[in-house]
């Protein structure tokens, strides 16, 4: 299979700022990725040098065949991108965003591809009202909408989700499933670890103007470390002694009377320190298991901790 | 590329939508001018001693500033909109789009105009109330038009590059004191003769002083003189540096 998107070696300063220090990446088309960071890491930056809007100080970005931004019009005509979390015009109606893109991309009736994807995205009720009176689930919905028109093959979408409630989080992302069964290639850039972990097929950790980390949510997570095991013991004096038992393992303290138990070899060696423990007849009150999380991906890398 | 005017007048549209509904706008921007007008002409003037100009003819006398007020006034919320569509990533939308660049602020730029041109036609209309005649013939009234609309080209473009850099809404609008400032320190409400003698020397030079005179003499039935030509130079070189420094900062953002 052949990339999509290729950024080769992209580097961006502003001023004496070095804001993208050597950026490279492929996206498989039909694919979900998702361009991990914290704030300033320069995801929006890298998202603006790929669709055109600023120009990289040096590297090169690929569309297939085309090279932006030679062959920037071209490209475009090719994918949507939505900037700041939501792009819509507060003071026209939804109908009005809608049709004010479909004119710019030069379709043929605009008022019927309005109506249709107000009617996709249940924003019917509200088609003539102000955009600036929605709620922010709906405006993200027409921010959606507008990034469809023309149906392009390449949706961007920066941080989509970004203060939104779990209930219009959960639709987002169900729509932005949808997409990719029909087969389109998603860019989305987040600093959410789960919207990742949830949505994306291929991640990309951005952290001080390069990429750190790349894989697969899976992947990403195994780098994070082994599952662990948690220990709650009745009292102080027997966590300590549990301990000591486990001394063959990385144990950590999470609480005087709680411990943490690296599993090396999988979920399963669990049984074999909970019998250890049995046999050296220590009470464990509650143990559980916790699986790696994006976000021990995210602390390290954020930190720059091994 | 043959769509670059359908793209420009769709963008403009939008925007022409953004004017009629918010009226207010246009009240906020004709208010003021038509406040100074009557304060002016019922306050002020009653004590307003300039030579060659008897008590009638005063609102004559301050009605090209005034015109150039409205301008000043309304091209505060062209900054104001384009700061708007920087900061709410609408820029980023159309920069994204397969669109020629260009016509996004082309499309500011017109419908700020033809807003700019329909308060002053307002403005006009009052002003006439209060009993401005002028001599002016079809001629005439033709350059002053080719004169106001230049005005107005003029500070829309000044404006796009002050909304392009500003960090906030109310740093967005606050280059139009300055153009206010200057309508006051230039013969526009009074005679520059009467002025400290650092304050006159600027006010005799600056550009304002020079159009409102073409302004004047053109209402007052007079043929273009240098004042005139001299605006028109203004109007080109100020609105070609503005447009630089616009697509320069468009480019940047």
Do not use: C
Not at chain 1, 22 to 32: C, M
Not at chain 2, 5 to 11: A, E, H, P, Q, R
Not at chain 2, 42 to 70: C, D, K, R
């Amino acid at each position: 299979m052949s990339s999509i998107i290729k950024v080769t070696q992209v580097k961006k300063n502003f001023g004496k700022q070095t804001v993208l220090k050597n950026v490279s990446l492929t996206v498989e088309p039909g694919t979900i990725y998702g361009l991990l960071g914290a704030n300033g890491a320069g995801k929006s930056t890298l998202l603006k040098i790929i669709t055109g809007l600023l120009k990289a100080d040096a590297g090169q970005v690929n569309f297939g065949e085309m090279i932006m931004p030679k062959a920037q019009i071209e490209i475009q005509r090719r994918f949507s991108f939505s900037g700041q979390q939501s792009s819509v015009d507060d003071v026209l109606t939804g109908f009005e965003n809608l049709t004010l893109i479909a004119k710019l991309r030069h379709l043929a009736h605009p008022q019927k591809i309005a109506q249709d994807l107000l009617t996709r995205f249940d924003l019917t009720d509200a088609a003539n009202k102000a955009a600036g009176s929605y709620s922010g689930g709906m405006v993200r919905r027409l921010d959606l909408a507008m990034s469809l028109v023309g149906d392009p093959e390449i949706i961007f979408l920066n941080e989509p989700t970004t203060g939104l409630d779990p209930a219009s989080r959960n639709d987002l992302w169900k729509m932005i499933r949808e997409l990719k069964a029909k087969g389109k290639t998603i860019f989305l850039t987040t600093q959410y670890l789960e919207e990742a972990d949830q949505l994306t097929d291929q991640i990309g950790f951005l952290r001080d103007g390069e990429i750190v980390a790349t894989g697969t949510p899976t992947e990403m997570k195994r780098l994070a470390g082994s599952a662990k095991l948690q220990l709650t013991f009745a009292d102080e004096a027997t966590a300590t002694q549990a301990a000591a038992t486990l001394a063959t393992y990385r144990v950590t303290a999470i609480d005087p009377e709680a411990l943490a138990v690296d599993l090396p070899d999988g979920n399963m060696s669990s049984l074999t320190i909970l019998k250890q423990l049995d046999d050296a007849g220590m009470t464990v009150v509650n143990f559980g298991l916790v699986a790696p999380t994006l976000d021990d991906v995210f602390m390290k890398l954020t930190k720059g901790v091994d | 590329m043959k769509n670059y005017l359908s793209d420009t007048m769709t963008l403009a549209n939008r925007l022409i939508k953004h004017n009629l509904r918010s009226m207010d706008t246009i009240i906020t921007v004709v208010a003021m001018p038509v406040a100074m007008l009557l304060m002016f002409i019922y306050i002020l003037g009653g004590s307003m001693q300039l030579p060659g100009v008897s008590h009638g003819e005063y609102v004559n006398y301050i009605l090209p500033a005034i015109l150039f007020m409205t301008l000043a006034t309304g091209s505060a919320y062209t900054a104001l909109r384009v700061f708007m569509d920087k900061s709410s990533g609408m820029f980023d939308r159309f920069k994204s789009m397969p669109i020629a660049k260009s016509a996004v602020l082309n499309g500011q730029v017109v419908s700020s105009v033809l807003f700019l041109m329909f308060s002053t036609v307002i403005v006009l209309l009052i002003s006439f109330l209060t009993g401005f005649r002028a001599q002016a013939n079809l001629g005439q009234w033709l350059l002053t038009f080719i004169l106001v609309i230049g005005f107005a080209i003029m500070v829309t473009w000044l404006s796009v590059p002050f909304g392009l850099a500003a960090k906030s809404i109310d740093s967005a609008s606050a280059f139009s004191y300055l153009l206010l400032l200057l309508l006051f320190v230039s013969s526009g409400f009074s005679s520059v003769e009467g002025m400290p003698t650092p304050v006159r020397v600027f006010a005799e030079h600056q550009p304002m002083t020079t159009m409102i005179t073409a302004v004047r003499q053109l209402l007052a039935g007079q043929n273009p003189t240098a004042d005139f030509w001299q605006s028109i130079v203004w109007i080109i070189g100020i609105t070609l540096v503005s447009f630089f420094f616009s697509k320069r900062l468009y480019h940047q953002i």
